[in-house]
C-alpha cells in the first residue's frame, strides 16, 4: 500500500475499503486520515534496482534482472527495500532513495530496491506477492555465494508478503543464512500470520537472523483501509496483539511515536529507519 502524494492514488487506497462506508458521517475524517507521502524524493538513475517486472508470465524460467549502478565495494552490508502495493518502477526506486537517505544518518550502507509488479489490482499484487517469493528467494542464494556480503531486508506494507513467503522458501530449502536481519515498516499482513503456528512463525524461527516488525498505531491505512479490505488487523498497525507464542528471533517494536502514516516509516527526519539501525546493531 505505499503511495507518493496524489489524488488518484489515494482514490485506489479509498477503493480497497468499500465496506468503509467513506461517503457517510465520519468518512472526512477517515479521508484526511489517509493523507501522507514519503517525502516525495527522487532517485538518480544510478539507483541499484533488483527487478521482476514482466518476469511472471515468462515463458521460460524467469530470474531477477538488476538496474542501475552496483559500484558499492567499499560497503560491509548492503539494504534490499522491497515496496508495497501500487507502486510503479519508477516510485520503487524513489522509495528505495528515500530509505537510502533516511538510512544516511545511521550507517552509509547502501540500499538496492527490490521492485516487483504492485501497480495492479489490490487481489492480483497480492498473487504477485506470493509469486515473486521464489525470484527474490533464489537472488538472495546467488547474492550469498557470489558476493557475500549481509543483506537486511526492508519490507514497507504489502513488501511484508513478498517477504514473508520468501522465508518460507529460504526455509523450505535449507538457505537460512543469507540474510543478515528482515524489518517489517508498516506489515500489510495479518497479525497473527508471524506467531508460531502462523502462516510465516516457522519460516521467521527458521531463519538466522532476527525479524524486527515496527508497527505504528497511527497508520491509518492498516487500520482502516486493510481492515476493511482483508477483514484482518495488519502486524503493522498494533503488532501481534497477543495472537500466540512468537517465534524465537521475532520482536514487536512500537513506532507509534516517530511514524505518523503509512507512508513515512521511512522517511529522512520523521521515520523510524534510525531505531531500526539501532535494532540491528
Not at 1 to 9: A, E, I
Not at 244 to 249: M, V
Amino acid at each position: 500500500m505505499d503511495s507518493q502524494t496524489g489524488v488518484t492514488r489515494r482514490r485506489l487506497l479509498l477503493g480497497l475499503g468499500s465496506g468503509l462506508g467513506l461517503l457517510g458521517g465520519g468518512g472526512a475524517y477517515v479521508y484526511w486520515s489517509l493523507q501522507g507521502d514519503s517525502g516525495e524524493y527522487t532517485a538518480p538513475n544510478s539507483q541499484p534496482v533488483v527487478t521482476t517486472r514482466g518476469l511472471l508470465d515468462s515463458a521460460e524460467e524467469p530470474a531477477a534482472e538488476t538496474e542501475g549502478a552496483w559500484s558499492f565495494d567499499d560497503a560491509s552490508e548492503v539494504f534490499l527495500f522491497v515496496h508495497g502495493f501500487s507502486t510503479d518502477a519508477e516510485t520503487a526506486r524513489d522509495n528505495a532513495y528515500t530509505a537510502q537517505l533516511a538510512l544516511g544518518e545511521s550507517t552509509s550502507a547502501p540500499v538496492v530496491a527490490y521492485s516487483w509488479d504492485s501497480d495492479v489490482e489490490w487481489e492480483q499484487a497480492k498473487d504477485n506477492a506470493v509469486a515473486n517469493r521464489t525470484l527474490l528467494a533464489q537472488w538472495l542464494m546467488e547474492w550469498a555465494e557470489t558476493d557475500g556480503r549481509p543483506v537486511h531486508v526492508l519490507a514497507h506494507s504489502l513488501g511484508a508478503r513478498v517477504t514473508g513467503e520468501t522465508l518460507r522458501v529460504l526455509a523450505e530449502q535449507g538457505a537460512t543464512d543469507v540474510l543478515a536481519s528482515v524489518s517489517l515498516l508498516g506489515g500489510a499482513i495479518p497479525y497473527d500470520s508471524v506467531v508460531q503456528g502462523g502462516r510465516y512463525g516457522d519460516a521467521i524461527e527458521a531463519v538466522d537472523a532476527p525479524v524486527s516488525n515496527f508497527y505504528s498505531q497511527n497508520d491509518k491505512v492498516l487500520s482502516w483501509v486493510y481492515r476493511a479490505s482483508d477483514r484482518a488487523h495488519a502486524v503493522g498497525h498494533a503488532g501481534t496483539r497477543d495472537a500466540g507464542p512468537l517465534p524465537d528471533g521475532y520482536q514487536d517494536v512500537n513506532v507509534t511515536d516517530l511514524v505518523a502514516d503509512h507512508y513515512s516509516y521511512f522517511e529522512p527526519g520523521e521515520g523510524c529507519l534510525a531505531r531500526v539501525v539501532a535494532e540491528i546493531e
